[in-house]
């Protein structure tokens, strides 16, 4: 049985110095796994991109895995400060105003280098980054019960839970796949009308 690629970094880049030469591994990495695929991807081509040696690139990732875990990691972080930004802003809005900020915001974060997003999402389970992911999916979800706890008024009786799950279900499956659908060759108008219709859906569920 093969044996399974290690994914964590091998150390923690502290000074500028290092991260630098982090941050330009993950870029390259980055860039690789866009224009050619993981399959084509190795450690000295990632290493000749970045403009560092080999010797350097395995102080920090022990595989190219590893690396690919980095690139995933780097992207959700990225797409979830966007959406905890948005939970902060639409805290004291209405329920038709909040979602709908909501559901634009999830397609604009999953429309951040679309091409790069798809090729994550098939690298997930291989770079064991799918705890990571579940816990992304469990701090969005509750930020999203705070927001619905606090509009009651405003809702039909449903229990919270379930809501919360459909809720934020059906707001990323549209986002999700908007992006593997070819999200960088939608108009604005196709945009905003996937918007509304989410908007219209999930709304009518609450009320």
Known sequence: MARTPPTRPRKNALQ??????????IEATARILVHDGFEKANTNR????????????YQYFPSKEALV?????RHNEEIMGIVRTALTE???????????????VAIEAHRIN?????????????????????AFNREVQ??????????????????LDVATFICVSAIEAVAHNTVL??????????VRTLVDETTRLVVGYLR
């Open 16 to 25: 500028a110095r290092s991260r630098a030469t982090v941050d330009a591994l």
């Open 90 to 104: 639409v805290a004291e809005l209405p329920i038709d105003k909040a979602v709908r900020r909501l559901v634009t």
């Open 114 to 134: 679309p091409k790069l997003h798809r090729v994550l999402a098939e690298q997930i389970p291989r770079t064991g980054q799918l705890k990571d992911i579940e």
């Open 46 to 57: 990632i290493a000749e991109i970045a403009g560092v040696s080999v010797g350097s690139l």
């Open 69 to 73: 875990a980095a690139v995933i990691e």
């Open 181 to 190: 659908h070819g999200a960088e060759m939608l108009s604005e108008k196709t």
């Open 142 to 159: 509750t930020l999203v019960r705070t927001y619905l706890e606090s509009r009651r008024k405003e809702m039909r009786k449903v229990d």
